[in-house]
Structures are given as structure tokens and as C-alpha cells.
């Protein structure tokens, strides 16, 4: 059963809200199933309404420079987008405007590794933070590291400066270049054939990694993903 929608109406200076939480897209949900974006109608549904509170959040913080935290919730808008009669009627209805599909994708993680925010820039813990004073706890589709199994599709991610497998001390690791190197993750040389199919910019499901057992490609996967090494790909 999908979660109910739980949010204060009066924090929303948005026209019929109970109506926008309440929007569904039939066409949508066959589209996202066609494309086994997702494996059932629930998971649509599901990904759908994060994509509202998205818009939500971006439009009550419009000074402020939103990311794109989740590569899933992003692709669920794509695809809206691409409706796009269907997705015009909805933005006019209910933001007055057409809402472009133009995220900026966040490349830092926790903690400050990677490339520092622009100054008007939302951090995930200040997206965290608006997100739950609006909604309630934040969906765990908002980590898209928790979605990876073995056929996850998967690639490289897109970061502002570049990226560089090395090997050090026995151990692989994956750092950004600058000065000095910001080690993103670092793991035994027997996941280096898997790190360099991985790093090479092509998208591949996890399950085809070599030299590794499937935990073992699904656990590495998952911390790349965490780290905003690799993202989730349609």
C-alpha cells in the first residue's frame, strides 16, 4: 500500500494542493513500467510523488539553487516531461508557470568530499531538513543507493572536476583530482577490474562486474552510488 502524503497545506501557498499531492498519471505509470524503470504501479506512484514535493520544494525555495539528489526521482520527472501536453496543463494548474526540467546534479557528498556547493546552492542536509519540516521523514527513495541489486544499471556519475583510479598500498581507490586528492572510496586490488569496467564511462548492470561474488558487486555498487561515484541509469 503506498504511504499516505502527510504535509501542512498552510506551508504551501500553492493553489488546490490537495489536489496537486492527489495527481496521478496513468500514461505515466505504463511508460515507467514499459521502460522497467520500475517493477511495479506502487513504485511508480511512489517515485511520482517525490517528484511533486521536488517541485514543491523548488518553488518555495526559488532563491535557492535545488540539485537533483536521486537519479530514479529524476528519471520519473523525464519522462513526465516528456508527456508534454499532459505535463504544461499540470505545471500551469498548479505552479502558474511551466516548471523546466533543468536539475542541477548535486557531485558533493557528505561530509564535504568533492567539490564544494555553489554558495546558493541546497545541501542534501539542507534539502534533508526543508523536505521534512514540510512532508515528514524523507522516502528513502531520495538515497538511490538502497535501489541497487544486481540488475541495477549503473554508470559513472558526472562531477565537476575529474576522476582517477589508482592503486596505493595494496588498495584501489577512486579519488577526485585536486589538490590535494579527495579519496572517494578505497577497497581491496581484487575490486580493481571491476573499478576500471566502471570508470571507463559506460553504463553496465551491476550483476556484469568481474572478479567479484554478486554481494560483493551489489556492497561496491552501493557505496559508489552513496559516494556519487556512479548513479543509478534508466
Known amino acids: 500500500m503506498v504511504q499516505a502524503v502527510r504535509y501542512d497545506t498552510s506551508t504551501l501557498p500553492l493553489a488546490r494542493s490537495n489536489e496537486l499531492f492527489g495527481y496521478r498519471s496513468p500514461a505515466l505509470t505504463d511508460k515507467l513500467l514499459h521502460l522497467r524503470v520500475v517493477t511495479q504501479r506502487q513504485e511508480a506512484t511512489s517515485l511520482f510523488v517525490e517528484v511533486i514535493r521536488y517541485l514543491v520544494i523548488t518553488e518555495l525555495h526559488a532563491a535557492e539553487l535545488v540539485p537533483m539528489f536521486s ?80 540488475s541495477t544499471r549503473v554508470r559513472l556519475g558526472r562531477w565537476r572536476r575529474p576522476l582517477a583510479l589508482r592503486t596505493r598500498d ?21 575490486a580493481e577490474p571491476a573499478l576500471r569496467l566502471l570508470m571507463s564511462g559506460e553504463s553496465f548492470h551491476v550483476r556484469e562486474l568481474p572478479g567479484l561474488d554478486e554481494e560483493e558487486k551489489i556492497a561496491l555498487c552501493r557505496t559508489l552510488v552513496q559516494a556519487r561515484v556512479l548513479q543509478v541509469a534508466p
Open 71 to 150: 537519479r530514479r526521482v529524476d528519471e520519473v520527472w523525464h519522462q513526465f516531461v516528456l508527456f508534454t501536453e499532459e505535463y504544461e496543463r499540470f505545471c500551469r494548474r498548479f505552479f502558474g508557470k511551466f516548471m523546466h526540467h533543468e536539475p542541477n546534479e548535486a557531485t558533493t557528498v557528505a561530509g564535504g568530499a568533492g567539490d564544494e556547493p555553489a554558495a546558493n546552492e541546497m545541501t542534501f542536509p539542507r534539502f534533508r531538513e526543508v523536505y521534512e519540516g514540510l512532508f515528514g521523514p524523507i522516502s528513502s527513495a531520495w538515497y538511490d543507493d538502497r535501489a541497487v541489486a544486481a
Open 170 to 190: 595494496g588498495m584501489a581507490e577512486v579519488a577526485v583530482l585536486r589538490d590535494p586528492p579527495v579519496v572517494l572510496c578505497r577497497t581491496g586490488l581484487v
